[in-house]
């Protein structure tokens, strides 16, 4: 982000997408939210699409500093280590970052019908795809890429149940159990 207003700005969308949806979201809920002047969140996205743009992108720092914050930096980690990993995050994100994930379907339905979010949105996606795809070739994958993309898929399934589905939270400890089994199936073939 370019300042800690923008910061601000983009922090104080995530929670109102959350919270109201896509039609909560206006440059007045936004300067309301954050606490700022009227026509402050103009000064950093004049249009709700620039206003879409940067909540986008704040939203990617945030689950990205979650993931290096998890990931450390090893460079070979084992597959009981990756299952804890994942299940940590994944758990996390229906829980702790609960807001995050809901912002993020928010974000990811809008970007359907917009090209110039759907670029934004597709490219954030590729850099957490290749998150994925070292973090199984680190425990072992034959075919990382692959097993990089299913990895994520089912992640965003579980996400999906957990947050908007009738699935709940599963416990950190079913989730381990899962990733351990789906690795072990990953990491043999």
């Known amino acids: 982000m370019s300042s800690q207003r923008a910061v601000l700005v983009a922090d104080a ?3 109102i997408l959350a919270e109201r949806g896509m039609r909560g979201l206006t440059h007045r809920a936004v300067d309301e939210a954050a606490g700022l002047p009227p026509g402050s969140t103009s000064n950093h996205a004049r249009t709700r699409a620039a206003l879409l743009e940067l909540t986008l992108a704040r939203l990617a720092e945030r ?3 979650v993931f290096a914050a998890a990931t450390g930096p090893e460079a070979e980690v084992s597959r009981d280590e990756v299952a804890r990993l994942l299940a940590r995050m994944t758990h996390a994100a229906v829980t702790v970052h609960r807001e995050t994930t809901i912002a993020r379907y928010e974000l ?3 970007a359907t019908r917009r ?4 670029k934004t949105y597709d490219e954030i996606g590729r850099r957490f795809r290749e998150l994925a795809t070292g973090v199984l070739a680190a ?3 034959p075919d ?3 097993h990089g ?3 994520v898929a089912y992640v965003e399934g579980l996400l999906f149940d957990a947050v908007v589905g009738a699935g709940g939270v599963p ?3 079913d989730l381990d159990a899962a990733f351990r089994d789906l690795l072990r199936v990953a990491t043999s073939m």
């Open 13 to 15: 969308a995530i929670a």
């Open 63 to 65: 689950e990205e500093a």
């Open 108 to 110: 990811a339905l809008e």
């Open 115 to 118: 090209p110039e979010l759907r």
């Open 139 to 141: 425990a072992g994958s």
């Open 144 to 146: 990382p890429v692959r």
């Open 149 to 151: 993309r299913q990895m």
């Open 171 to 173: 416990p950190v400890e």
